[in-house]
């Protein structure tokens, strides 16, 4: 007789620099890909992993979820443990629960946050160099957060939509943006439901105008309700992206880990939730 399936939640952070992105790609290395093959090697059998958001190439995450299916009976610390040794150093596993059959890492989320940093100074960095967006003016981060405010709620928001954007409906509801300086370092946080392709990154550099005086914080509320693309501003680079929490009912059990202090973000540092 076959074991039983189960249904394991794990969260993962990463490094998305040297990767095309979550979803597996034909010939290209990604980050679903490394996470199924270490998860099949400790199952002993394949797997296929769900991820709650699919990160581009060259976004980081500290907070993402993904579930997979199993017949292995395996502690869960030895899921992490046992990934994490053939994981490689770029990708690490944070934590693993059983949950619910029913439990899906993207259908079953709530909200998703974002955060996106930008480094404000004269000179080009070399040890943040993939994890910020430089900009060498500086910025006004409380006229951002001003002309920030006028996103939140349900809209549509065609104006900051990729393209190749393949979603049904452009409509989402944006519960929370925040945005601060901490001397040279600006974070954009962006709390919502869900988002569109380059969604949070074309939100940002249609802020940076704002952020340099060059546009008042009025004109973002124009920009939203044109739904043209070519009213916003330009797409962000992707590297200054990180998903950093996805949000679930708390009856599912699914861990969350505790907001970072921007500059530990950066340096990798987390702080993990139960194994």
């Known amino acids: 007789m076959s074991a039983a399936r189960r249904r394991l939640a794990v969260g993962l952070e990463y490094d998305g620099a040297r990767f095309a992105g979550w979803q597996v790609q034909p010939g290209l290395s990604t980050i679903q890909d490394h996470v199924q093959r270490a998860l099949a090697s400790i199952a002993d059998h394949p797997v296929e992993a769900t991820c709650a958001g699919r990160t581009d190439a ?10 997979f299916d199993t017949s292995s009976d395996r502690p869960m610390r030895g899921w992490v443990l046992g990934c994490n040794g053939e994981l490689p150093p770029e990708i690490a596993m944070l934590w693993a629960v059983e949950t619910d059959g029913q439990f899906h890492a993207r259908h079953s989320a709530l909200a998703r946050s974002y955060r996106y940093c930008i480094l404000q100074r004269a000179t080009r960095p070399a040890l943040l160099r993939e994890r910020v967006w430089w900009v060498r003016a ?40 925040n945005i601060a300086a901490d001397g040279p370092l600006v974070t954009i946080e962006v709390t919502a439901n869900a988002f569109l392709q380059h969604m949070v990154r074309n939100i940002v550099g ?7 005086g060059e546009q008042r914080p009025g004109w973002i509320a124009g920009v939203l309700a044109s739904r043209d693309r070519a009213r916003a501003g330009i797409t962000a680079p992707a590297h200054g992206l990180y998903l950093s929490r996805v949000r679930y009912p708390p009856d599912l059990g699914i861990p969350e880990l505790v907001p970072l202090q921007p500059w530990a973000m950066i340096a990798g540092q987390s702080q993990r939730g139960p194994t």
């Open 58 to 67: 060259s976004v980081h995450a500290n907070g993402q979820v993904a579930h």
């Open 138 to 177: 500086p910025l006004d981060a409380a006229a951002m957060h001003e002309a920030a405010q006028q996103l939140l709620g349900e809209h549509d928001f065609s104006a900051f939509r990729s393209a190749e954007c393949q979603s049904q409906t452009t409509r989402r509801r944006v519960d929370s943006i």
């Open 206 to 212: 249609t802020l940076l105008p704002v952020g340099t």
